[in-house]
């Protein structure tokens, strides 16, 4: 058995018995979320919340921008707080006040640590008992807790509608007076928010584990890190060491890449250009776009977290919310990137075959109107739903879903779904001619059209859950998307298309890259998949998931350990031939793209990945440290990478500006970087430690986050979102540049 064959076997294996465990998993989160009741009563049998009022309040939450605005069980914004974990706390101190008051005349903190220690032990009594009655379908409270319910519900009543009482903790939490718009709905999404905070205190049945693993942190109620979360955490790190052993073994053992001559000139200049190849260059106008958009946002955004109410001065929220921003900032990230690998895909499908099927031009300009229609009518709709303009199912059709990444109205995501598909045919069509023939590029296409396949299948994971699904089952389907589709399938057909773009180059022998590709797939999906589960420890899911989630997500991290080779090795190559100089800017944001998933992905990565990091980091500004350099630091620089690369191949005369080149380079590169160590790392830090001494609901309270220092940390990230900024404002001009400069010189000619 050769070992192309076997490497197919492998990735068939790897495939099979991961997507078999997570769909166990998935099973028994069906089986085992915390229940919804039809009603949560008093002891005397008074209806406090019913079932509907629960879910049109997870409704109402998301239609307000949902994980937009703050979080919920870790999930969600940084600005606001985690509403489980302030709902905890904030119900813990009333109720604790309440036993002191009663037993010893005075307030909880002024009682000796033996009295504290006894009312906490009550305390937890009441809170951790899970009263759920499987055959009424009810959900008992005490007295003392149907109190603090009606003390909180008042509470939040102020602060999401217009007491001016809140207006300084409105400033601080971003979020915009009359935010609720009535009463009745703040009632609903009261109910949604004890929910869900029941769940992170209520032990499951026959543990002493709440439903969220004890998540989030508070040693008043008892919610305290488990042998669970210590054990796995060893576990995985065991696990990266040995197969960072292993990895390393296997390279050395495989040795060297055999040496290859370079072609004397460029191959894809005696490459033709079909008609639909020409058609991609609008493509690139709009991402250089949403690029600057996304951008702007995230400026806004950022600025917000310093100026919760407006942008210097101009009142914005009242126009346009923290919420709307995030949201945008969020999702034209995810769409920008997808369409430039799209459109490399576009490019790159008929150019293999050196011809157009009947229709692929009309395909090609079909597709990218439906992309514009979904970007700007899913953003007008996300606008409505915050600004409270639709009722729950309009906005759940057409506004806004609340789920961070997956924000689109469900209207918005079946239309994207079938927009995929159309690619996935405008892709296939292309290659099926060239599969027929049996070439030695036979297998690199397989392989590239099942990530293709993989990319166009799985968004549907996104229409698994309803309007009104648990959320525990929610997040489950979510993180598919998230994860599994923008991390997972997005890097499979990256690494193809780069070994594609490699071997059409002449740089790489074809069975060579052909079978790198099918290792490399086999190496990061043995992590990739059931790696999904890492973001799941604490949303409602069984001890199982925490570890298999620990275990491969570390796996997730091996790969990376050879990123440095990797980034040699594209910058040997850069070398080889003179004029492979032309290709030196894309060929550098590979390089970048190694850089950055070594860092973003690898350090900053692990660093929250294992249970016991992630128990006291979750929904900190750890995440969006990762995130950001994750997610640009690696799709996004190989985005503009793989932009680069067409544009090169579609400008094939013109002469680029190398100093402009070097600027866009150096600016985004050093300005993520700037914004990283400047600002999200220390405030992470700084949250984390916050975390662990007084629990997660303080590492997101005002308190912490409006005292000088960490506003003034907050401020400095203006140094590198501003560098950053001009890198991404100067690489919309070039590509503008150098397609207005090709059109004139055409129409000379």
């Keep these: 058995m050769n070992r192309e064959r076997k490497l197919w076997i492998g990735f068939a294996l790897v495939m099979g018995i991961s997507f078999a465990i997570l769909g166990y998993f998935g099973y028994e989160i069906y089986q085992q979320s915390p229940p919804i009741p039809e009603k949560i009563i008093s002891a005397e049998n008074k209806t406090i919340f019913t079932e509907a009022e629960i879910k049109d309040g997870q409704n109402i939450w998301q239609s307000i921008g949902g994980q937009e605005v703050g979080s919920i069980w870790g999930h969600g914004a940084y600005v606001a707080p985690d509403w489980t974990a302030d709902w905890l706390h904030r119900e813990a101190v009333f109720i604790l006040d309440k036993y002191a008051k009663k037993d010893f005349n005075t307030n909880f903190d002024a009682l000796t640590e033996e009295q504290k220690a006894g009312l906490k032990i ?6 951790r008992k899970n009263t759920f009655n499987a055959q009424t379908n009810t959900i008992t409270v005490s007295n003392d807790r149907m109190a603090a319910i009606a003390y909180l519900s008042d509470y939040y009543k102020g602060l999401f509608m217009d007491d001016p009482k809140f207006d300084q903790l409105r400033h601080d939490y971003a979020i915009p007076k009359m935010s609720i718009k009535d009463t009745e709905r703040m009632h609903k999404m009261n109910a949604f928010f004890f929910w869900a905070t029941w769940a992170t205190v209520t032990e499951r049945p026959g543990s002493k584990i709440s439903y969220t693993h004890n998540w989030p942190s508070d040693e008043l109620v008892g919610n305290v890190a488990t042998s669970n979360l210590l054990i796995w955490s060893g576990v995985s790190i065991i696990l990266l060491i040995f197969c960072i052993g292993v990895l390393v073994f296997y390279h050395v053992k495989s040795g060297e890449d055999e040496h290859f001559e370079t072609p004397a000139a460029d191959p894809l200049l ?13 493509y690139f106008l709009v991402v250089s776009l949403l690029i600057v958009l996304q951008v702007v946002m995230g400026v806004i955004t950022a600025h917000y977290g310093v100026e919760g109410n407006g942008f210097y001065g101009i009142p914005l929220d009242k126009f346009l919310p923290y919420a709307v921003t995030r949201t945008w900032h969020t999702q034209l990230a995810i769409f920008w990137i997808a369409t430039a690998w799209l459109a490399t895909g576009l490019y790159i499908a008929p150019a293999v075959s050196g011809k157009d099927p009947k229709f692929q031009v009309f395909g090609v300009n079909f597709l990218f109107v439906a992309l514009l229609i979904i970007v700007l009518g899913s953003m007008a709709g996300q606008w409505m739903g915050v600004m409270q303009k639709l009722n729950l199912i309009q906005n759940f059709w057409f506004g806004h879903q609340g789920y961070e990444y997956v924000d689109l109205g469900r209207f918005w995501q079946v239309f994207l779904l079938i927009g995929l598909f159309l690619w996935l045919a405008l892709m296939v069509r292309p290659l099926l001619p060239v599969l027929r023939k049996k070439t030695a590029e036979k297998n690199l296409i397989i392989m590239f059209l099942i990530s293709c396949t993989a990319i166009a299948l799985f968004y549907a994971a996104g229409l698994m859950w309803g309007r009104q699904t648990n959320l525990a089952i929610a997040e489950y389907w979510r993180w598919w ?4 589709w923008v991390e997972g399938f997005f890097e499979v057909f990256a690494t193809v298309v780069i070994a594609f773009l490699f071997v059409r180059l002449g740089l790489l022998k074809t069975k060579t890259a052909t079978l790198n590709v099918i290792f490399s797939t086999i190496i990061f999906m043995s992590g990739g998949i059931l790696g999904t589960c890492h973001h799941l420890y604490f949303s409602g899911t069984p001890v199982g998931v925490m570890a298999f989630g620990a275990t491969f997500s570390a796996l997730e991290i091996v790969p990376l350990v050879l990123i440095g080779y990797e980034a040699y090795h594209n910058y040997r190559l850069s070398k080889s031939t003179t004029w492979l100089r032309d290709y030196k800017w894309p060929i550098y944001f590979m390089i970048a793209v190694a850089f950055w998933n070594f860092l973003g992905a690898g350090v900053f990565g692990f660093i929250i990945n294992p249970p016991i990091a992630l128990y006291y980091v979750q929904g900190l500004n750890t995440t969006p440290l990762h995130g950001h350099t994750a997610l640009f630091g690696v799709y996004g620089m190989l985005g503009i990478g793989l ?4 544009l090169r191949s579609l400008y094939r005369h013109e002469v680029w500006n190398e100093k402009l080149m070097k600027f866009i380079f150096w600016a985004t590169n050093v300005g993520l970087l700037a914004m990283a160590l400047l600002s999200l790392l220390p405030v992470g830090i700084w949250q984390a430690i916050a975390s662990i001494e007084h629990g997660m609901w303080y590492a997101r309270s005002s308190e912490l986050m409006q005292q000088p220092g960490m506003v003034t940390l907050k401020w400095l990230r203006a140094i590198g979102d501003t560098i950053f900024g001009l890198g991404i404002l100067a690489l919309c ?13 055409m129409g000379k000619a």
């Excluded at 490459?271 to 260059?281: A, E, L, V």
């Excluded at 932009?643 to 067409?646: A, I, Y």
């Excluded at 001009?733 to 010189?745: G, P």
């Design 270 to 282: 005696k490459q033709g250009m079909t008609p639909s190849m020409f058609m991609i260059k609008k």
């Design 733 to 745: 001009y070039f590509v503008f540049e150098i397609s207005f400069r090709e059109k004139s010189r």
């Design 643 to 646: 932009m680069l690369f067409v």
């Design 481 to 484: 998307v998230v994860h599994l």
């Design 122 to 127: 009550r305390l937890q009594q009441d809170l």
